[in-house]
């Protein structure tokens, strides 16, 4: 059994040719190369898997960046951590090939999401920074739960990495603790409209997430009570 990498070539920057060194324009600026790592990526518009991993490579293409994705896959039902969680023999042959995609990619930068990819990452020898996500999904495999449990384990991943990206303060801290050299809080970013409109009356409650148990949804829609309460998302609930 071979895991699949799916590489999900976009659009890239406007090409430069490559000169040969001792021209006059051999110095001229190259669009920068990066390959996002991640072990989560909407398969199309209406997958919510990491849907904001996908954001975040639109906003760079849209800035010149010349950015391709590799997304591991491995067949079964959930995110790549629980199936890997339900068949841990299958953890060696995954990060091996991963790391073998990965060095075979011809870029200048990596930015890995996720420990596990962060893993892949470090394995692979090229320049990479990793964002640490919440995923409770992920339960004791979690970046949060596997940087209390393993810390030794989880700073060597963090102390070769240029920059380590959290997502919340909570997650900044706990890589801190690891031994992580230089770590940003950077929240995952969402569009926000150039209008809005008139405020609801009565007031309304709106939850926009991913309808799953670790999110919290049945304890607001207890706590919301009376109050109307608008949910939006998808998700096994």
Known sequence: ??????????????????????????????????????????????????????????????????????????????????????????????????????????????HAHWLLAGLVAALGGKRFVLTLHGSGSAGRFS???????????VGWILRRARLVIAVSEPLADAARRCGAREVRVIPNGISVPAETGEEAEPAEVLFAGRLSAEKGVQELVEAAGDLNLVVAGDGPL
């Not at 006059?24 to 199309?44: E, G, I, N």
């Not at 970046?143 to 384990?153: S, T, Y």
């Open 1 to 110: 059994w071979r895991p699949p990498i799916r590489l999900l070539v976009g659009v890239h920057a406007p090409h430069v040719e490559r000169r040969r060194p001792g021209r006059p324009w051999a110095q001229r600026p190259q669009p920068l190369r990066v390959a996002v790592f991640t072990t989560s990526y909407p398969r199309d518009e209406r997958d919510a898997s990491g849907r904001f991993v996908a954001d975040a490579v639109d906003r760079l293409r849209g800035r010149g960046v010349q950015v391709d994705v590799l997304a591991p896959e491995v067949p079964g039902e959930g995110t790549v951590v629980a199936k890997l969680r339900r068949a841990p023999w299958r953890v060696p042959g995954f990060v091996a090939r991963s790391v073998f995609a990965l060095r075979r990619a011809d870029v200048d930068l990596v």
């Open 143 to 153: 970046d949060l739960e596997l940087a209390r449990r393993a810390p030794r384990f």
